[in-house]
């Protein structure tokens, strides 16, 4: 760390943001390919059109060095041939005109096609990570994959809008440079370039660090990021813990640590440059000296001389511009790497190639024989056999890491079991595609997220194609319609991310409205009454009497009133099924969900 930020390591050590490292794979050619594929969707007009005007560009600039040294000098100049001279002034021009217009039409069509690929790429990379299992969200920081999106993708911008044809262009400019000066002169051409191995050691030898370099920049962003979306979820907490200057210290300590690794890597990118200066310094020393030397022997012209000189200041600018490129590919690599390792992830829950569509279910839930770890070590269930029969509404109860949760998450397929089976309908969830599973499920959580946008498009967000009427049914169904009529604009309020203009109690009432429009036939209660104060939840209870009859009803809560009514609880701990059965069979054994009932009625006694 920087010294110019000293932060207490009892405070850096309570933040962990991210499992990024440094990928320490050697550049090959085979994962450039695998980049440039994102061209093919532009190779019937766009590539061609761009290769077109660099092939024109690029043979102009071949062929004017030569005109004006070896015919405008050594023929119409010297032998006084003034209509000679007037024909290649205006040929000059011509090509100077041709130039022009196809450099303007070039940077418009790279411009089109490197926004076209960046457009493209985060596309694909935001589409497959929609598509992720939930342990890969639970091993990475919002703000990790926030940079793989945004910057990592950035990053790659200048190499497809201006990298990838200058490198064509350079290459045919520095090989048509190449040919001519041996052309003109092959003993000064040899002598000019005794100094480029020395560049190329050089430069080889600078690979590494550069690319690890930007590597490193791109880890220290996404702490970076992680950090400012974890501070600004959680101000308020900070605030009544009085953690400011705590989080303001780690923040100046993430954030030096950025800048130092962006000073590294740019020194590192600035050292190839001046090389590329000084090299040319040294060739053009040679090219006076000992293209002097030429001339005075008669071995070689005036005006070839010049043209030399031309063609050897062209020299050094595609040998400058392909270190650019270089750099500009490294810190490709580093970027596209990181984008690949996510491209590469595969959802844990995989679909079969011959999942069938899992279409009017009945709501029939069976666990047989399940068993699930989260990290392959502590089993969060432990051979869980149990039953849900359409239409009943089932709760589970527990103590904090019971399992409960897991079992809705092995009901919604956000996992598969370990080992054994989970079916709805006596089919296995692992022969269904996942879509139609999901469609016909709803999840309301504790921790209600909200959208950005209206309310009618919160509530309609399970189910884009429903009518007004249909939204504002569900929520009158709920008892959301109340205070929705009484928001500034009713149904068109506009309420920020996370919903905050809503209190805890109305962001859930719309979390419920938005579960019933989707029409389920199993829905999915985890704690989703935890938040509500009473008056909001007598207003549930009304509703879910008559909205859950024929569904299939799984309720994870702690509070009595919300579960006494079950048709059937199940008493979990440490992942196995302690007791099951409705309140007054479970209350009759006066086992553990006797106690979690009298330990409740005390704590309201205690109120």
Do not use: C
Not at 10 to 29: A, E, G
């Amino acid at each position: 760390m920087s010294k110019k930020t000293k932060v207490n390591k009892n405070v850096l050590s309570r933040f962990h943001y991210s499992t990024d490292q440094v990928i320490d794979k050697p550049f090959n050619w085979e994962q450039l390919w695998r980049l440039l594929t994102y061209l093919k969707p532009y190779s019937k007009k766009l590539l061609p059109l761009s290769i077109v005007t660099v092939l024109i560009t690029t043979a102009i600039r071949l062929i004017i060095p030569i005109l004006i040294g070896v015919y405008t000098l050594d023929k119409a100049i010297r032998q006084k041939d003034s209509t000679l001279l007037f024909t290649l002034v205006g040929i000059i021009a011509g090509l100077y005109v041709i130039n022009y217009i196809a450099n303007v039409l070039r940077i418009r069509w790279m411009n089109q096609l490197g926004q076209g690929v960046i457009y493209d790429l985060r596309k694909h990379l935001f589409s497959h990570v929609q598509w992720l299992s939930h342990r890969f969200f639970d091993q990475r920081s919002a703000g990790s994959i926030l940079v793989r999106i945004m910057n990592d993708i950035n990053s790659l911008q200048e190499l497809f809008t201006n990298g990838v044809i200058n490198l064509l262009m350079d290459i045919i400019l520095l090989a048509g440079i190449i040919v001519i000066l041996f052309t003109l002169s092959p003993e000064l051409t040899l002598a000019v370039m005794v100094i480029l191995p020395i560049m190329f050691f050089i430069s080889t030898s600078l690979r590494k660090k550069i690319r690890r370099s930007w590597q490193d920049v791109r880890i220290k962003q996404a702490k970076l990021n992680s950090h400012l979306n974890e501070s600004i979820q959680g101000i308020r907490v900070t605030q009544s813990f009085t953690q400011e200057k705590e989080n303001m210290a780690f923040f100046d300590g993430v954030n030096t640590e950025t800048y130092d690794s962006w000073k590294t890597a740019t020194k590192k990118n600035a050292m190839f440059r001046p090389m590329v200066e000084l090299t040319n310094a040294v060739g053009t020393a040679v090219l006076i000296w000992y293209g002097t030397h030429l001339i005075q022997g008669g071995s070689l012209e005036l005006g070839e001389f010049v043209s030399f000189a031309f063609y050897l200041g062209m020299f050094w600018e595609p040998i400058s511009r392909l270190g650019q490129v270089y750099n500009q590919l490294l810190i490709g690599m580093a970027s596209s790497e990181r984008i690949f390792e996510f491209l590469d992830e595969q959802p844990i829950v995989n679909e079969k190639q011959n999942a069938v569509e899992l279409n009017d279910i009945k709501g029939r839930i069976q666990f047989e024989d399940v068993e699930f770890s989260y990290d392959d070590k502590r089993k969060a269930l432990q051979s869980i056999n149990l039953e849900m029969k359409a239409g009943q509404t089932v709760a589970l109860v527990g103590h904090t890491g019971s399992g409960k949760t897991t079992i809705a998450n092995l009901i919604s397929r956000f996992y598969d079991p370990t080992k054994g089976e989970v079916k709805i309908d006596g089919v296995n969830l692992r022969d269904v595609t996942v879509s139609s599973l999901r469609s016909q499920i709803s999840i309301v959580l504790q921790d209600t997220f909200i959208f950005s946008g209206t309310i009618k498009d919160n509530i309609r967000f399970g189910r884009p194609d429903a009518t007004d009427e249909e939204v504002r049914a569900a929520a009158e169904a709920i008892g959301a319609n109340e205070f929705i009529e009484k928001l500034s604009a009713g149904y068109e309020t506009e309420v920020e991310e996370r919903g905050n203009v809503l209190s805890v109690g109305e962001r859930q009432l719309l979390s419920f409205a938005r579960a019933l429009l989707a029409n389920p036939r199993i829905i999915i209660l985890d704690e989703a009454t935890a938040s509500i104060d009473t008056e909001t939840e007598v207003k549930i209870q009304n509703a879910l009497k008559k909205l859950l009859a024929g569904r299939t009803a799984i309720i994870i809560a702690h509070r009595l009133s919300t579960i006494r009514e079950s048709d059937n609880i199940f008493v979990l701990e440490h992942g196995k099924i302690k007791e099951s059965g409705n309140h007054d069979e479970l209350m009759d054994q006066e086992g553990d969900y006797y106690e979690l009932v009298k330990s409740q009625f005390k704590m309201l006694e205690a109120m």
